[in-house]
């Protein structure tokens, strides 16, 4: 469930799910569409406290330096118990950055988004 939730709001924010969903833990996202690449995504990404991987989707036109994708899991959030509502506000805040890598109020903004998250779900109680 935590990660169809996490694919459908990545599809809202206009990035591709290369499978068009998920049926495990996992998701191959495209982020061609949004106007960036996997490798400037995972960047941005790590920035702002959200770990993903650049990887290359199927028939990439990137190089593996550079690929067109992002894989994503949920594992780590739903372990903390982490559910669909909160899948659809990373999926929300990683919208947000990868449409604005260079506004640095935005990744300010994602920051505080991703802080108050790790607030109600701490990895150590």
Known sequence: RDARALAASLEDE???IVSGGTDSHLMLA???PVGIDGKKAEAVLDEVQIAVNKNQIPFDPNPPSAPSGLRLG???CSTLGMDEA???EIGSIIGDVVRTPDDDGAKEKARGRVS???QRFP???
């Open 123 to 125: 990895l150590y109680a």
């Open 74 to 76: 949920t594992p780590a």
């Open 14 to 16: 206009g990035i591709r």
């Open 116 to 118: 108050d998250l790790m």
């Open 30 to 32: 495209d982020v061609r």
């Open 86 to 88: 909160e899948m659809r």
